[in-house]
């Protein structure tokens, strides 16, 4: 069964700018997580789709967005990019929302440089 | 949510066991207690969770105090393919409602060989 997969694994952007990073869930899981991990902040909690529908937001600008799609495919968004906004974007993917027993898979992210 | 206090960095030498500390003392009755690791330049991966008795699976053994204000993973027998950040992470039983994690920063495991 393939893993969780990210695109792209690399990006650059420039100050100003919007990005958009997709998430590709392991097959038959419905619930997809996205987190923000940087040096200073460590891995932080952005949002959680579970049937299209955002389910959980942590505490972010609204400059940061996401949806689902049907196929369970998620993107996430991020306008206005600025420096502070350089990290690594993880994806996680999740059977449902059972919570406490369902275990989170996490894809390699997509390395976000913002110059 | 409640908190976890984690050392930051721990060292064990290869094949020997492994025991990695978390305290939690403000856990509440429902809460279970999970485990990942982060392996460098990858994703967090799920190790191991638990609710009250001990559990074991192929990877790491949990063992929870009787009073679940602490827990200790239990790696077996290190390699060097498990030096890693470990995250000891609460995750409230919501019924069902969400799967947020919270991470802390984890303790750095260092294996020698």
């Known amino acids: 069964k393939a893993g969780v997969t990210q695109t792209p694994r690399y990006l650059i952007k420039t100050r100003g700018q919007q990005v958009t990073l997709s998430c590709s869930p392991i097959s038959g899981h419905r619930s997809v997580s996205w987190y923000q991990q940087t040096p200073g902040q460590g891995l932080q909690f952005l949002f959680e789709?579970?049937?299209?529908?955002?389910?959980n937001k942590g505490n972010f600008p609204g400059r940061f967005s996401g949806r689902q799609f049907s196929n369970s495919r998620s993107e996430m968004n991020v306008s206005t990019l600025e420096l502070g906004d350089s990290a690594l974007y993880l994806c996680?993917?999740?059977?449902?929302?059972?919570?406490?027993?369902?275990?989170?898979?996490f894809g390699p992210g997509t390395r976000l440089t913002v110059t | 949510d409640a908190k976890t206090t984690q050392p930051n960095s721990m060292e064990s030498n290869e094949e020997e066991p492994v025991h990695l500390p978390c305290n939690h003392s403000?856990?509440?009755?429902?809460?279970?207690i999970h485990w990942y690791r982060q392996l460098p330049s990858q994703g967090p991966e799920y190790v191991i969770h638990g609710l009250t008795s001990n559990v074991n699976n192929r990877m790491a053994s949990l063992a929870i105090a009787e009073d679940r204000k602490s827990s200790t993973l239990i790696l077996h027998r290190a390699t060097l393919r498990d030096a890693a950040v470990y995250y000891c992470i609460l995750r409230a039983n919501y019924g069902g409602a969400t799967n947020k994690l919270i991470f802390g920063t984890g303790t750095l495991l260092a294996v020698q060989p």
């Open positions: 403000t856990i509440s009755g429902t809460d279970y």
């Open positions: 789709y579970f049937s299209e529908t955002q389910r």
């Open positions: 996680a993917s999740s059977l449902g929302l059972a919570g406490v027993n369902y275990e989170q898979y």
